[in-house]
């Protein structure tokens, strides 16, 4: 997955347009054993992709508030946020610093924007209707500084045969609400197996191995990341 860059064409090769987070096994997860995962991602790959696309100082606004995001965050010397309705409307504040982190050599951006924020969709259950997602971009694209990225994480299930992909509706809404489409990032959230599950016939004595289908389906085994971005980079522009 490629640092973000806005260099001019040709300086550095074409970002790929799709990512692949893939689990880990038996490895230290970041940034305390305690943390949980956000929303099934690790907090090992949380704090991966906040490194990716932030740089050290940089406002990261979770809209969840979740701990594994504010503590990636902080750990990373960046700044957490938090979004605030107040009589003015929603601004942004920054979460002030723990004892540990206080002495930390990190740029202290000060601000009404972030350089990048973190949402899932749907918002509570609200579901993914197309009306709601345009209405979300709409308000989460004021909240970005120029050159800040969006990454949303998709948590509703799949839709069904002959609809429209999740995914390609939130682009589409994002791009009207004026941002750029960056990457596509499937994380997989359990291990693979290795061999395909098949869907043959349960025996009433056979227990339950993983192999069956939900509803019809198989098993979900990944969530589907979505990052956009307020400028399009050098190389997305020569090849847009």
Not at 90 to 98: I, Y
Not at 195 to 209: I, K, L, M, S
């Amino acid at each position: 997955m490629p640092k973000p860059s806005s260099t001019a064409p040709g300086d550095r090769p074409q970002p790929a347009p799709v990512g692949l987070l893939l689990p880990r096994t038996h490895v230290p997860r970041t940034p305390r054993p305690g943390a949980p995962d956000w929303h099934g991602l690790s907090p090992n790959h949380l704090a991966y992709l906040i490194h990716r696309y932030t740089h050290v100082g940089d406002v990261v606004l979770d809209l969840d508030a979740h701990p594994a995001a504010i503590a990636a965050t902080a750990h990373l010397d960046r700044v957490p946020a938090r979004l605030v309705n107040g009589r003015h409307g929603l601004h942004v504040r920054l979460v002030p610093p723990a004892p540990e982190q206080r002495m930390r050599r990190a740029m202290r951006r000060p601000g009404p924007r972030v350089d990048l924020l973190l949402a899932t969709l749907p918002q509570g259950a609200q579901g993914l209707a197309r009306d709601g997602i345009a209405t979300a971009m709409s308000t989460w694209r004021p909240l970005l500084r120029p050159g800040g990225f969006l990454l949303v994480g998709l948590t509703a299930s799949p839709p069904q045969p002959g609809e429209v992909s999740h995914r390609a509706t939130v682009i589409a809404a994002a791009r009207a609400a004026g941002l750029f489409y960056h990457q596509h990032i499937p994380a997989v959230l359990v291990p693979l197996p290795e061999h395909e599950p098949r869907t043959g016939p349960e025996h009433p004595e056979e227990a339950d191995d993983g192999r069956r289908l939900l509803a019809g389906r198989h098993l979900p085994t990944f969530r589907d990341l979505v990052v956009l971005g307020t400028t399009a980079t050098g190389e997305e522009n020569a090849h847009a």
